[in-house]
């Protein structure tokens, strides 16, 4: 992309090493915050799912690399797709049964970890476009289009993905893809946007809807959070990582472990941190600290056995936030 102009050039194509069983119908991108590598992920129209990640062969040219390939529910279409680039989920959503949930990284076994069902005045069959809403501590909405019954469903980003009601928008139906973003774009947009494609019109624009008439429709209302997320800044880019490794000493040790490791982290000046664990499935099992913090070395000590109830061995996330930026180490437990 031009960054004076914001036009697009094309970089070529890509071939896929795996032949599809069907056309190619749905896809989204990631970026893996346990990796910092890039991932496509495609899926066709009888829901067979490919990933490949995407990197620079070190000439100039991006190369595609097949990892992983696996059914998502029924042989009926799955069209939406969308990655949450902090907890490291996929999302796909078969039109006839409802929206599978997955490990998004390469190494991830393919099973879903979650299943959100079509389910009257939940999601509705033909289940199409899926979109996040990002906001701060792992909050936020995942978002799906209900083509069938034309309304859009809301889903709590967190935890098991709890329904949170749905809302439609008025001449607007038989949607396919959506989008949202949180950030202030302009006047018009000052606290966000949401945009869907309307087969209900010709020749199927777009419609663009302010995000607070959406969140201050009904009860309840949606929350709004214009500051914790924005595409345009490096959070978990080369450029984020960069910051990192010259500013910011982060280290888990031992890892893998069993029973308890130590987060060690070096701030090079007094900051807002804030340093939680999440699950596999992206529930919050920890706050290991959250407040202001002093220049200089820190240190924290997490307990799996530790709280109401024993935590299983698996995969977590430790996320550490310190002002504005973002990294995220991932734990093994034995």
Known sequence: MNKQTGELSSLGELSTTVNW???LYGFCLYKSPNNNKYYAFGCDKRSMIQQYRIFDDGLGNLVMEHKRTWQNGSSTDTEGMVADHETGLLYAGNEAQGIYVYHADEDMPTDSVRFL???NGVLAADVEGLAIYYAANGK????ASSQGQNYFSVFERDGDNKFVRKFYITGVGDTDGIDVLNVSLD???QRGIFACHNGNAEPHP???IK???IADEESPDLMIDTTYWNPREALLTEIGQSYYENNLECTVYPNPFSGQTRISLELPAASLTRCVIYDATGKEVAILTDGFLQAGRHEF???NNSGLKENKSGIYYCHIRVDEKIIIKKLICM
Request: proline share 0%.
């Open 187 to 189: 006047s018009t947009f």
């Open 211 to 213: 995000w607070e008439d």
């Open 117 to 119: 069902k079509v389910e």
């Open 301 to 303: 000590y997490w307990n």
């Open 140 to 143: 936020g909405y995942l978002i």
């Open 21 to 23: 069983s069907d056309e």
């Open 206 to 208: 777009v419609n663009l």
